[in-house]
């Protein structure tokens, strides 16, 4: 009975942030863009003059987390610093400063004196379930209001008291400094799965919801919104791979793989690493010599796992490696391609043929050539944060999903005399 009754709860508690959140919407569609990039830029300075109250929040968060017993690599991503709050301010300021894409362009001439336009349209209302990451609070809110949309936020339990301080003490009063409605971005405060169960069954209110986190808990997620109708851009699994080939540079290897091993919690952080087979005896020793310095696990042939085993998601494994082999570059693309989740995939090559084999054959979001696969991110590609990496082989958003991702496309029909004053929202 009482599992019933938290899931009446949760239910109506999404229901609510959804009401509240489809309520403020059409303001946010209708909003300046000046009004919108002030709004970011206000919660910079907040995120600046409430840092105390964030870091207390969020060290009891870290506190109760550690107490219940849980990885180091969970606790990294669920603990903010001065530094991290630093990062985020500069986000926010970064992402207020680029221009919004014209919520109009015309795309040809029709028959008649008519003329056919693109209309970007915001979805109205989008929620987004995130695992236990403060941070994640405020890239997403941002990018919601960057792109006109209001939104429902849940994340994991264990960071509601440091999601709550930032909903309540940061986003909600910086739009209301804007002049904009701080209902446009709800938290969902009833913590456990039936939240996130709620949150993708209610495609009325809620039409689209960006689903991150673990990647057995979002596909089920996934399966469940699509049960319910709701459409979702959903960041399952990670891991990312580095091939090294018998052509590159053993230092500048060393130091990619060491750069893609800095935080083990993340899901663009090396999972899988391939060695080119002529210079396996060379290259291998060098790399647990690191591994072990860095106090990283190597799994090596033969394996007792699936290759691409996403070393992040794995309680009590997660400062791990998967080293194979591959005869070149085109059978470690196509590695890459069958046995992992398709994130992203970087060379270590001086021999520019073999560096365009591998680009060539590799499909996923994000490929690299004498770089670390730890780029494959928002910030660090597009100067923009993100609210996930999405790795489905479709059509749309592809790889770091961004505010201008956040839009539904309208073919407009006006006649030609009147094609600058038909209507639309601001921006």
Same mark, same amino acid.
């Given at each position: 009975?009482? #599992?019933?009754?938290?899931?009446?709860?949760?239910?109506?508690?999404?229901?609510? #942030? *959804?009401?509240?959140?489809? *309520?403020?919407?059409?303001?946010?569609?209708?909003?300046?863009?000046?009004?919108?990039?002030?709004?970011?830029?206000?919660?910079?300075?907040? +995120?600046?003059?409430?840092?105390?109250?964030?870091?207390? #929040?969020?060290?009891? =968060?870290?506190? #109760?987390a550690r107490a219940d017993g849980l990885p180091d690599a969970f606790v990294d991503r669920l603990a903010?610093?001065?530094?991290?709050?630093?990062?985020?301010?500069?986000?926010?300021?970064?992402?207020?400063?680029?221009?919004?894409?014209?919520?109009?362009?015309?795309?040809?001439?029709?028959?008649? *004196?008519?003329?056919?336009?693109?209309?970007?349209?915001?979805? *109205?209302?989008?929620?987004?379930?995130?695992?236990?990451?403060?941070?994640?609070?405020?890239?997403?809110?941002?990018?919601?209001?960057?792109?006109?949309?209001?939104?429902?936020l849940r994340t994991g339990s264990s960071a509601i008291r440091s999601a709550a301080i930032l909903v309540?003490?940061?986003?909600?009063?910086?739009?209301?400094?804007?002049?904009?409605?701080?209902?446009?971005?709800?938290?969902?405060?009833?913590?456990?799965?039936?939240?996130?169960?709620?949150?993708?069954?209610?495609?009325?209110?809620?039409?689209?919801?960006?689903?991150?986190?673990? %990647?057995?808990?979002?596909?089920?997620?996934?399966?469940?919104?699509?049960?319910?109708?709701?459409?979702?851009?959903?960041?399952?699994?990670?891991?990312?791979?580095?091939?090294?080939? %018998?052509?590159?540079?053993? %230092?500048?290897?060393?130091?990619?793989?060491?750069?893609?091993?800095?935080?083990?919690?993340?899901?663009?952080?090396?999972?899988?690493?391939?060695?080119?087979?002529?210079?396996?005896?060379?290259?291998?020793?060098?790399?647990?010599?690191?591994?072990?310095?860095?106090?990283?696990?190597?799994? &090596?042939?033969?394996?007792?796992?699936?290759?691409?085993?996403?070393?992040?998601?794995?309680?009590?494994?997660?400062?791990?490696?998967?080293?194979?082999?591959?005869?070149?570059?085109?059978?470690?693309?196509?590695?890459?391609?069958?046995?992992?989740?398709? +994130?992203?995939?970087?060379?270590?090559?001086?021999?520019?043929?073999?560096?365009?084999?591998?680009?060539?054959?590799?499909?996923?979001? %994000?490929?690299?050539?004498?770089?670390?696969?730890?780029?494959?991110?928002?910030?660090?590609?597009?100067? &923009?944060?993100?609210?996930?990496?999405?790795?489905?082989?479709?059509?749309?958003?592809?790889?770091?999903?961004?505010?201008? =991702?956040?839009?539904?496309?309208?073919?407009?029909?006006?006649?030609?005399?009147?094609?600058?004053?038909?209507?639309?929202?601001?921006?």
């Amino acid at each position: 009975m009482r #599992a019933e009754e938290e899931a009446v709860e949760a239910d109506a508690a999404v229901q609510a #942030a *959804g009401s509240a959140a489809r *309520g403020a919407a059409p303001a946010f569609r209708d909003a300046s863009d000046d009004a919108l990039d002030d709004a970011l830029r206000l919660i910079a300075r907040r +995120l600046a003059d409430q840092a105390s109250a964030v870091l207390d #929040a969020n060290a009891d =968060d870290v506190r #109760a987390a550690r107490a219940d017993g849980l990885p180091d690599a969970f606790v990294d991503r669920l603990a903010l610093d001065a530094d991290r709050i630093a990062a985020m301010a500069r986000q926010l300021d970064a992402l207020a400063a680029i221009a919004s894409p014209p919520s109009k362009t015309v795309v040809r001439d029709l028959p008649g *004196g008519l003329v056919l336009q693109e209309w970007r349209r915001p979805v *109205g209302v989008i929620g987004a379930n995130f695992e236990a990451r403060p941070n994640v609070v405020v890239d997403i809110a941002s990018q919601l209001i960057k792109s006109r949309n209001a939104g429902v936020l849940r994340t994991g339990s264990s960071a509601i008291r440091s999601a709550a301080i930032l909903v309540d003490a940061v986003v909600g009063p910086a739009l209301s400094a804007a002049g904009l409605d701080p209902a446009a971005v709800q938290l969902v405060r009833v913590p456990g799965r039936e939240a996130a169960a709620a949150l993708v069954r209610h495609p009325r209110l809620i039409p689209l919801v960006i689903l991150r986190g673990s %990647g057995d808990s979002t596909r089920a997620l996934a399966r469940e919104a699509a049960l319910h109708g709701v459409r979702t851009l959903a960041h399952a699994d990670g891991g990312a791979v580095i091939y090294i080939d %018998g052509s590159a540079d053993i %230092g500048l290897a060393l130091q990619i793989i060491e750069r893609s091993l800095d935080r083990l919690g993340v899901c663009n952080r090396l999972n899988l690493l391939l060695v080119q087979r002529g210079c396996w005896d060379e290259v291998v020793p060098q790399v647990t010599a690191l591994t072990d310095k860095l106090r990283i696990a190597v799994s &090596l042939p033969p394996h007792r796992h699936p290759l691409g085993q996403e070393w992040a998601l794995a309680e009590g494994a997660v400062a791990t490696i998967t080293i194979a082999p591959a005869q070149g570059p085109v059978e470690a693309a196509e590695i890459a391609n069958r046995e992992t989740s398709g +994130l992203a995939a970087a060379i270590i090559a001086a021999d520019e043929a073999a560096a365009r084999r591998f680009l060539d054959i590799y499909s996923g979001t %994000g490929s690299f050539w004498n770089s670390s696969p730890r780029l494959l991110d928002g910030f660090a590609l597009l100067s &923009l944060p993100e609210t996930g990496i999405n790795v489905d082989v479709v059509p749309g958003p592809r790889g770091p999903v961004t505010f201008r =991702d956040l839009y539904l496309r309208q073919y407009v029909v006006v006649p030609r005399a009147h094609q600058g004053t038909a209507g639309g929202y601001s921006g």
